[in-house]
C-alpha cells in the first residue's frame, strides 16, 4: 500500500495568513509569541512551521498579505484619476476605513525592535517609504496636468499627507473614531485646497 508524504494541512493557508495578520497587527511583531499564532489559527506549532517556517518568516508573509488584501485599497483610490483632489480624499477616507480601531500595520506593527529584528523594522520603513513616493508621483502628474500651481512644494506637499496618513493611523490606534478621523481629514484637504488651479470655464458657442 502506497504511503502518503505526510498528513495534510489541517487549516487553509490564506485564512491562517488572515488569522496570523490580525494577531501581528494588532500586538505587533515582538508582542506577538508563536502561542498567539497557535491560538489564534488553531493548529499546533509543527504544523505552523510546517506551513510558514518560524515566526520571521510568518511575519513577512503577513505584512505582504496586509499589503496586497487590506491596504491596497487607499492606493487604488489614489490612481483612480478622478481628480487629484478628489483622489487624495477618497485615499484617506479609504485609509481609515482600514486603519478602524488598530491603525496601519505597516506603521505600528514594528516601530521599536530589538537589534536582532530590525530587518523588519527596515522592511516596514521601505513600505512606508513606498506609500510617500506613491503621492509623490500623483502630485507631480496632476502638477504636469495643469491641477496644482507650478510652483507647487511637491516633497513638502507629499510629506504632509505622509504625516497625515501616519497620524491618522496613530490616532486610530489610540480609539479616535472615525467621525473625528474623518473630520481632520477635512482640515487637512486644506492645504490642497490652497494649490489647487481651478478648471476654465468653457466660453459658450458664438
Not at 494588532?26 to 510546517?50: C, F, N, R
Not at 488584501?69 to 487607499?74: D, F, K, L, Q, Y
Not at 504636469?144 to 516633497?155: M, R
Request: glycine fraction near 6%; include cysteine; aromatic fraction near 6%.
Amino acid at each position: 500500500m502506497q504511503q502518503t508524504r505526510g498528513r495534510p494541512r489541517s487549516f487553509d493557508r490564506d485564512e491562517a495568513l488572515r488569522l496570523a495578520m490580525q494577531v501581528f497587527w494588532s500586538k505587533g511583531y515582538e508582542g506577538t509569541t508563536m502561542a498567539d499564532l497557535t491560538t489564534a489559527i488553531g493548529v499546533k506549532a509543527p504544523s505552523l512551521y510546517a506551513a510558514f517556517g518560524d515566526k520571521n518568516a510568518l511575519f513577512r508573509e503577513a505584512v505582504e498579505f496586509y499589503s496586497i488584501t487590506t491596504a491596497a485599497a487607499p492606493m487604488n483610490a489614489l490612481k483612480e484619476g478622478k481628480g487629484v483632489r478628489e483622489d487624495v480624499f477618497n485615499m484617506l477616507h479609504a485609509s481609515v476605513d482600514t486603519f478602524a480601531g488598530k491603525g496601519c500595520m505597516v506603521v505600528t506593527s514594528a516601530i521599536n525592535c530589538a537589534p536582532e529584528n530590525s530587518a523588519h523594522a527596515e522592511e516596514l520603513r521601505a513600505r512606508r517609504h513606498k506609500k510617500r513616493m506613491a503621492l509623490d508621483s500623483r502630485f507631480r502628474q496632476a502638477q504636469t496636468q495643469g491641477e496644482l500651481s507650478p510652483d507647487a512644494d511637491i516633497d513638502g506637499l507629499s510629506d504632509y499627507y505622509t504625516a497625515v496618513l501616519h497620524g491618522l493611523s496613530l490616532s486610530a490606534r489610540d480609539g479616535i473614531s472615525c467621525e473625528r478621523l474623518a473630520n481632520t481629514i477635512c482640515h487637512a484637504m486644506k492645504a490642497l485646497d490652497a494649490i489647487l488651479i481651478a478648471p476654465k470655464k468653457k466660453r459658450p458657442a458664438q
